[in-house]
Each structure stands twice: as structure tokens, then as C-alpha cells.
């Protein structure tokens, strides 16, 4: 997680609890338990801003630096078109992303507040980005929001149906099942099927099929009809295989992964 993100679970904390106080006593609030997780995370309020998901040399490539650095230049760039200088430490991050709406920062009381808003603001609406920038953004943005329901089916296969070699289904159930629309459904198992970083499986490991008089066919999932049934079949041996894979390049989860 970068260190913006750390900010709005901070934030988001303070916003469900309904806590009031500038951000030193908001993380000092959040780390009552005694494992100065915010701290630890981010470097705390006075440190640097590194752009990126981590400092840690063990998890950094070339390919990963050149990324960052686009992002840099970029923010850079946007923000100084703004008027508006590149944040030097998280206590200036958290500054920034009031000025940019990402959260409301206001003093009620002669008391600080920090709240985040109900709605987001796209990025296009508070940066000025160019065309490549925006649709790189938009891409982002839906795939991260196909992953979260692609892993709720993930739960539903592994966690409620305790990892069955195959299932015989429709749309319709799966949607019920994990309580999203059927078009959610669709985009999450096209995701499930294809994507092997987002969901640990691939092509090889899931497969979805149904049955028509030549016999079993590759499904769609795209074109189905919603009550259509289609059958899932699965490989979780090669599917555990996956996991440890990944999980070994994975440094937020390095534990095993059943």
C-alpha cells in the first residue's frame, strides 16, 4: 500500500468514530494497541514521501522504479500546474489530499477535523491529466474494482462451497450468492478465468464449460444468458501451486497461503 492509502485508512478510522484532533492525535489514537502500525507503515507524519508501494530493496526491480518515477513526474507536473508544490513528507501528503478533496480537512470549534467525503472526485476532476494519463487512470481504476469481485467469487469457491472440483451454476446464482448485479458477475469471472496475479488461477487452472448437443463447449461468461446454466471446473492442486508462487513475491502476504 502506498502511503496515501495508509492516510485515508487513518482518515477513514477517524471518520467512522466520529474522532475529532489534528493528525498527531488522530495516529496516536489509531495506535493505542501499542503497534504503531501507522508509523511503521509509512514512516510516520515526518517522513519522506517515497513514491511507490515500498521502500524495501528486496521488492524493487527496474521496472518497478521506472513506474514510480512516471508517477512522479507526472503528479509533479499536475500539481504545478496547479500552482501547488510536490508534497515532501506524509504530514504534507495529508495536506495536499484536503486540497485536492480527497478529504475534508476543517476546524469546528477551534477543534481539527478530518473526515473523508462520501463521494471521491475522479482524478481528472481535481489534476489536470492528459489523455494517455486519464485512460491509464480509468483502466486502473476499473480493473481494481473487477478484482474486488472477482475475489468475492474467490471466497465463494474456496471459503462457502469448500473448493469443489467442479460447480454447475448460472449468473443469476452467482449474483445472488455474493449479492452483486449479474453484469458484476460476468466481468469478475472473466477476471477470475484469465487473470493469474489478480486471482491466483489462469485459464489452465479454471475452466467454464457448458453443455450443448455436440457436448461441453467453453462458456462466456460475457455471453451467457443470465440463467443459463454453465459449468466451472477446477484444479487446485495447480491452483496451491500458483499460490505459492505469488505469494513468495508477494510482501504483504508472506505467510502460506492455505
Known amino acids: 500500500m502506498t502511503q496515501g492509502q495508509w492516510l485515508w485508512l487513518l482518515l477513514r478510522g477517524a471518520t467512522g468514530s466520529e474522532a475529532d484532533g489534528d493528525l498527531d492525535a488522530l495516529v496516536a489514537r489509531g495506535q493505542r494497541s501499542g503497534e504503531r502500525w501507522f508509523d511503521n507503515a509509512t514512516g510516520g507524519l515526518e517522513g519522506p514521501i517515497f513514491w511507490g508501494f515500498s521502500t524495501d530493496e528486496q521488492w524493487r526491480t527496474s521496472e518497478i522504479d521506472a513506474s514510480d518515477r512516471q508517477r512522479r513526474e507526472r503528479c509533479v507536473g499536475a500539481l504545478g500546474r ?17 486540497r ?29 491529466m492528459d489523455p494517455e494519463w ?10 481494481y474494482q473487477i478484482a474486488a469481485i472477482a475475489g468475492e467469487l474467490a471466497e465463494l469457491f474456496t471459503e462457502d462451497l469448500n473448493k469443489p472440483d467442479e460447480v454447475t451454476t448460472t449468473i443469476t446464482e452467482l449474483a445472488r450468492l455474493i449479492e ?5 458477475v460476468r466481468h ?9 496475479l489478480v486471482f491466483l488461477s489462469s485459464a489452465t ?50 505467510s502460506d497461503p492455505d
Do not use: K, Y
Open 205 to 254: 487452472i479454471v475452466s467454464l464449460t457448458v453443455d450443448t448437443p455436440e457436448g461441453l463447449v467453453h462458456a462466456d461468461p460475457e455471453r451467457l444468458d443470465d440463467d443459463e446454466s454453465f459449468r466451472i471446473s477446477f484444479d487446485w492442486a495447480a491452483l496451491a501451486e500458483r499460490r505459492l508462487r505469488v505469494h513468495r513475491l508477494d510482501p504483504e502476504h508472506p
Open 82 to 98: 496547479l500552482g501547488l508544490r510536490e508534497p515532501r513528507t506524509v504530514r504534507d501528503l495529508a495536506l495536499l489530499m484536503g
Open 100 to 128: 485536492l478533496g480527497l478529504c475534508r480537512h476543517e476546524v469546528v470549534g477551534g477543534t481539527e477535523r478530518w473526515r473523508i467525503p462520501q463521494m471521491l472526485p475522479l482524478p481528472s476532476e481535481v489534476l489536470p
Open 180 to 184: 452483486r448485479d449479474t453484469e458484476d
Open 188 to 196: 469478475g469471472l472473466v477476471d477470475f478465468a484469465v487473470n493469474p
Open 134 to 143: 486519464e485512460r491509464e487512470s480509468d483502466e486502473g481504476r476499473w480493473q
